[in-house]
């Protein structure tokens, strides 16, 4: 058997020399870490600042400030691009992986949420195309550089609030890498010993002597929660050894996901199937309960080698077994051997290699068990390729078969003669006018613009080709589309109906007919200069932006002077002359006037004296202290009020320095990486400013 496992060995390295072939290597090891959306926000507007130009100036030339705005649109879509992309790439695609790989995924991870979150990763990656593709078309029609840095700026945002939406599916695609890493690396493909069975019967303690595994073993139920992988060498072949979780008897629906581990292995791997037995029960179950598990999953076991394993013959011999225990084993050998005679198409092979008996603490029986399970697995290989086609390739014999027409009889093809009927009626339909064909008619290429609007679908036909401005008053006419606003306006007139129905019941609503002749004059002249009003608002309004500054002392409408003061009084029914008066009075300067004499520093009343003129101001000798001690303060003296002002100011020192706002201000700013806000360095500098 091993001489001719190692010459299909050959013949498979010398088919793969010729014929290149492609082999799926399952590696999630070499996975990059899923950043969080912050941090993928941070290292693409950094790399976005550091790899383009920084610099510009509202004196270039309107084309170069479109170009420098959109070479950052599409640098940062880009960066974006090629970030999604590697995630995407790099997590196993589970339609393309191999079956084993597929269901193991979908039991740990649950194959509809990991493909959501794969799909919404995808779908960000190409709103943000389209975002990009969008403004960098905005971006061609920006006149000033303000309006160019907005939009780009627009774009950078939505960019970076669409990643933060699926700031979940990335951080569930980086708990999933992080477990996978931790998968072992199993090769579906290989030659492969598959270990089964209740838990605790000693399956981790088979792995652990045959091979270098270093599986956990306790004297409890479930200890192996996970798959463990060692690796054995036989006849001068490697071998791999799997140690699957325990599996207990009950249906599919209620097995938990360790145990969907192993009916998983089962299921996906060609190997050797070794079903431990612990005889001696001290498991927990009996042989009958692992009898009935089984017979149970005895589906699994189609078309692999399968051996009978019997172990802690230390603790009970099968020869001290019961009659009815032996009887079970006795059955569960004869199904095995008709499963493997059946696989096999030998027509017979002996019972005695299907069920064996062995002790892993004494080690009694280990290396024969190792040995009968890798000798069957060897047979049903070469068994397998001996049917395949792999041996005619190895062998170069090719034979093409020719048919020869066995008699001179024609044999037309059968139609339907309902399908004749229908192909001989079928009237030709007028040829779909295409663009094409109106643009040759209408003047050719450079001449005929196709009309985007004429397939859109809106609620009015005439709609389609009104005018849509995208940017009003720098801002961007999407942004403030509400789908709602025809609902939301019938809402608002349905509300002044029935206000002014409520208003009309209670009788609180006065009409003009109600209202005296000066009244109504009045209400025309309010209504005249509301409307005055209004207008002037709106011109201002509409020519703020390119009328210059007119200083006050010219503008004639802004000039208040008494004139206008007194018309508008008298125009209001007022009198003036008081409000005049206080004006004139105010308006004298007061450095032109001459001093008043004090009449409190006269000397009998003769004016011999000379006169002192004491000035408002209170001169320093006779102002009151900054700083005064009352009681009530907490201070006992003013020396002692002066000492805490001081030490007050000095500890606001700091605050103020750092420009923060109070005492409860302790914000921590980011920090600027000093390699994008320093200077150049000029020919021979080698420090940075």
Sequence with gaps: GCVVELGFLFCREWIAAALPCKMVVYNFKKITVVPSSKDLVDIVLSRTQRQTPTVVHKSYPITRLRQFYMRKVKFTQQTFYDKLSAIIDEFPRLDDVHPFYGDLLNVLYDKDHYKLALGQINTARNLIGRIAKDYVRLLKYGDSLYRCKQLKRAALGRMCTLLKRIGSSLAYLEQVRQHMARLPSIDPNTRTLLICGYPNVGKSSFINKITRADVDVQPYAFTTKSLFVGHTDYKYLRWQVIDTPGILDHPLEDRNTIEMLSITALAHLKAAVLFFVDVSGSCGYGIAQQAALFHSINALFANKPLLIVCNKIDLQPLETLSAEDQRILTGMKEEAAKATTAMMSSGSI?????????????????????????????????????????????????????????????RPPFIPLAVIQARASKIVSEPKKLEKDMENENGGAGVYSANLHKHYILANEEWKNDTIPEIMDGHNIADFVDPDILHRLEELEQEEIVVQAAEEADGTAMSEEELTPEEQQALLEIRKKKKQLLAEHRSKKKTAASKPVVPRNIDKDRVFNTTRMQRHLASLGLD???????????????????????????????????????????????????????????????????????????VVKKRNKDARRGEADRVFYNLKPKHLFSGKRSIGKTDRR
């Design 350 to 410: 002996e019972d005695n290699t299907c069920l064996v008996s062995m002790s892993t603490l004494t080690e009694e029986g280990v290396i024969v068990v190792k040995n009968a399970a890798c000798e069957k697995l060897l047979k049903q290989r070469v068994v397998m390729k001996m049917k395949s086609k792999k041996i005619g390739d190895c062998l170069n014999r090719f034979h093409v078969a020719m048919p020869q027409p066995r008699d001179t009889k024609e």
């Design 576 to 650: 003036p002359t008081a409000a005049l008066g206080r004006a004139r009075s105010r308006s004298v300067s007061r450095r032109g006037r001459k001093r008043e004499r004090s009449s409190a520093m006269e000397i009998d009343g003769d004016g011999d004296a000379m006169d002192v003129d004491r000035p408002k101001k209170r001169l320093r000798a006779h102002s009151r202290g900054a700083i005064e001690a009352f009681p009530g303060d907490g201070f006992k003296d003013l020396a002692q009020k002066v000492k805490a002002v001081k030490l007050g100011k000095k």
